[in-house]
Nanobody, 120 residues
Framework: QVQLVESGGGLVQPGGSLRLSCAVSGRIFSIKAMGWYRQAPGKRRELVARITVGGRTDYVDSVKGRFTISGDNAKNTVNLQMNSLKPEDTAVYFC??????????????WGQGTQVTVSS
């Protein structure tokens, strides 16, 4: 019953901004961490940004200074503010959650993905 639903993707010109959101629903005991991954055509899926329940963040080097990840523990949501977008940011972005759906064991859950296209 655990579900992750992403929103906010779309088409934007280089230098523009987008804000992605991800909401977790279902039977969960707690969330350990959440993050955003992306996969471009012909490339492997990579971690873009991650945030722990304590608020600690990590970013892939290529987005540092441009992207900001944030979360709301009370609402079980995570956001990714993307500024100064580049064509190489074009990819399907996936929300990921490391959470306890069953007491005593944490597992990874994934959203369906949302398309981000940066093009003039």
């Amino acid at each position: 019953q655990v579900q992750l639903v992403e929103s906010g993707g779309g088409l934007v010109q280089p230098g523009g901004s987008l804000r992605l959101s991800c909401a977790v629903s279902g039977r969960i005991f707690s969330i350990k961490a959440m993050g955003w991954y992306r996969q471009a055509p012909g490339k492997r899926r990579e971690l873009v940004a991650r945030i722990t329940v304590g608020g600690r963040t990590d970013y892939v080097d290529s987005v540092k200074g441009r992207f900001t990840i944030s979360g709301d523990n009370a609402k079980n949501t995570v956001n990714l503010q993307m500024n100064s977008l580049k064509p190489e940011d074009t990819a399907v972005y996936f929300c990921n959650a490391d959470l306890y759906a069953v007491l005593g064991r944490s597992d990874d859950y994934w959203g369906q993905g949302t398309q981000v296209t940066v093009s003039s």
